[in-house]
């Protein structure tokens, strides 16, 4: 009897989180003070360089909590964390849970939208930079010519995959893999890089070296965006002839501009 009322307990558990969980439940390792900065709008960031922790900046539960312990633990890496809040829009407080869930899916695979968004550039002085001059889906990871429209779904599939092109104003064209797991409350985002990274012909981060995630998740005040980056086999730092290239400095902003666009999105939904 003990026992099924243990999994009954639990079945109750996994079906709370499956629809939505306040945001303070989902972060049992982090301070409620921290908390409350990231529901006022304050970003929570970290990294794995000179020993440092991150899953705890992941809510508990999520794939992108998986990724981040798993990130903590790899050598010749490193990873960079950034997790926002936004609240629901008026709008979306009318959507069901299934709608929600929908508008996030799209949202996430409007690879188009993401061209023309920018970036604070240190080179620039601080002002905003173009971060992608070009963004698009293609059929084939290899040409770009095969450029497709953005896919728009009906339903909210438990994974999907699409190929993209980028030019980045600092590491050129680049093919992306993108691959979309979506389960309950959270939809969890994958892009690996299918070409070099390079910077004036030095290549600065190797095909596949590149993990970028984001993970977006339902809760009862808002949405929960969990930012990540891991770069694998290379050093924080490439020092050129007349310039250093700060990958996590590079990367960081890079999740910064992100979380913009995937705000603004929802904000104009």
Known sequence: MKKIVSVLILAAVLCSFAFASSVYSVFPNVD???????VEGTNLNNTTLEGGTI???????TLAYQR???AEQEENSFSIITTSFIAYPENWKKMSFEEKRLCLFNILTSISTQEGITYISRTAGGKPKTLFSESFVVTDPKNKKSRTEDPVFTEVPSS???YSYQNDSR????????????EGSEVFMKIN???A???MGVTCVKEKGLSLYMDVLLCDE???VCSMATVYDQKPTIGLLFYTVDLQSSFQRRLDALKVWFFTAVENT
């Open 160 to 162: 999907y995959v699409l």
């Open 197 to 199: 990274m390079k910077f």
């Open 55 to 61: 899953y705890q900046l992941a809510p508990q539960g």
């Open 222 to 224: 808002g949405i929960v």
């Open 171 to 182: 590491f050129g064209g680049n093919f992306y893999e993108v691959d979309y797991t979506s």
């Open 32 to 38: 409620r003070q921290y908390i409350d900065l990231l």
């Open 193 to 195: 890089n299918l070409s």
């Open 68 to 70: 981040a312990k798993e």
